[in-house]
């Protein structure tokens, strides 16, 4: 995202060349085809530098997307829906796809000076979740209306026509709008198709565009395979693939606790909590009430704040110490089914090794096993229904 990379660093200290390469090289590592790999920034605009005067902020926005492109980025989504210092709240659908053609324009001059001319894909709409999940408890979330997904449609096309930009527009790949799905510390609140059949109709005449769904995280597969029958056909999650890791981790430790003598053990669950109270500045703005609910969902919330603590030098020696504990020791299959059961049955039948990392990895997997389920359900006979269809 913008927050994350930009062309100063972003709070992760990387500017898109930066990822570019971090990414590549791992790809490389896991013999990964470089060509399987699609870059893509989010939320491009000028949402970092929107305390400032407009032309000043999107002027910082240009430079933004330029970097990216430049660094082979082709996936941009543009996010010009934050107001600058000065703007009108909330800013007009016209002036926010006008902002998103001037980007566009940007984008297009970048590829073509790096020989990448036709290159890029575009992503349009702003209409997401909060990033993370939400931080207030959920009750009900309304989806996009049909009428604010073609507002969308129409101004971003028109405002690229005015740029002399048509040509463009077929690879505008994805609009993003809202389907009512969500999760905030406790609760997920699940896709209900039947509260959106008018705007799964919306692309009927745009062939060559698909909804993005952002915030898909802890959706049930059924759910998932409802979104991709409805047209969203990118769906976007982050902390259910981090929650999984810390899942892993958590039952590695406890069964560490069983084989290894305390002295000798990771206490990674101590050192998590130790380093999160030390430093609490990615938790005490989201989990509210006493010291114990705290306590626990810092530990276990699906917003899963303790994702920002694993880079900690002190977590990950835990972490390592963990791993290299368990290596060096013999699980018992039953100790192994206790607390990674899918794991175990894996290692039962021949599919999975049984080194530490080999169970956390493949228990993150299992979270992507769900989406791959729901983008391609069996095809060996016609369904008629959305059980069947996910069966």
């Not at 909804?211 to 759910?223: G, I, K, L, N, R």
């Not at 069964?255 to 938790?283: C, F, G, K, N, T």
Request: net charge negative.
């Amino acid at each position: 995202t913008s927050n994350q990379v930009d062309q100063t660093g972003g709070y992760t200290g990387l500017r898109p060349a930066d990822f570019h390469d971090l990414v590549l090289h791992l790809a490389d590592q896991q013999g990964l085809p470089r060509e399987r790999v699609v870059l893509g920034g989010d939320h491009l605009g000028p949402n970092r530098w929107k305390g400032l005067p407009p032309a000043e902020a999107m002027g910082h926005a240009d430079v933004l997307v330029a970097a990216y492109v430049a660094a082979g980025f082709t996936k941009i989504h543009l996010d010009c829906s934050f107001p600058c210092a000065g703007d009108p709240v909330p800013l007009t659908d016209d002036l926010v796809a006008a902002r998103a053609a001037r980007l566009v324009c940007v984008a297009e001059d970048t590829a073509a000076t790096h020989g990448r001319t036709g290159a890029l894909r575009y992503v349009i709409g702003t209409e997401v979740p909060t990033p993370g999940g939400a931080h207030e408890t959920l009750h009900d979330l309304v989806p996009t209306t049909t009428e604010a997904a073609f507002a969308t449609l129409q101004t971003h096309h028109d405002a690229f026509a005015a740029r002399e930009l048509s040509h463009v527009w077929p690879r505008v790949a994805a609009v993003v709008v809202q389907p009512a799905v969500e999760f905030d510390h406790t609760r997920v609140i699940d896709f209900d198709p039947s509260a959106t059949t008018g705007l799964s109709r919306v692309l009927d005449a745009e062939p060559t565009m698909v909804f993005e769904a952002h915030s898909t995280d802890y959706q049930t597969t059924v759910a998932l395979s409802a979104l991709v029958a409805q047209h969203w056909a990118v769906l976007k999650v982050g902390p259910g693939l981090t929650f999984a890791l810390r899942e892993a981790l958590f039952a590695l430790a406890a069964i560490e606790d069983e084989l290894v003598p305390a002295a000798d053990r990771s206490h990674l669950l101590q050192v998590l909590e130790d380093r999160m109270l030390a430093e609490p500045a990615q938790w005490d703005g989201y989990y509210a009430g006493t010291i114990e609910e705290q306590r626990v969902l810092r530990r276990f919330s699906y917003s899963d704040r303790a994702r920002y603590y694993w880079p900690d030098p002190a977590v990950d020696a835990a972490v390592r110490t963990l791993l290299r504990n368990l290596d060096a020791r013999v699980v018992p299959l039953p100790l192994l089914s206790q607390h990674l059961p899918a794991q175990y049955a894996r290692v039962r039948a021949g599919e999975l090794g049984t080194t530490a990392e080999d169970l956390v990895v493949d228990h993150v997997r299992d979270v992507l096993r769900s989406y791959s389920r729901a983008c391609h359900p069996p095809t060996t006979r016609p369904t008629t229904t959305l059980e069947e269809a996910t069966r």
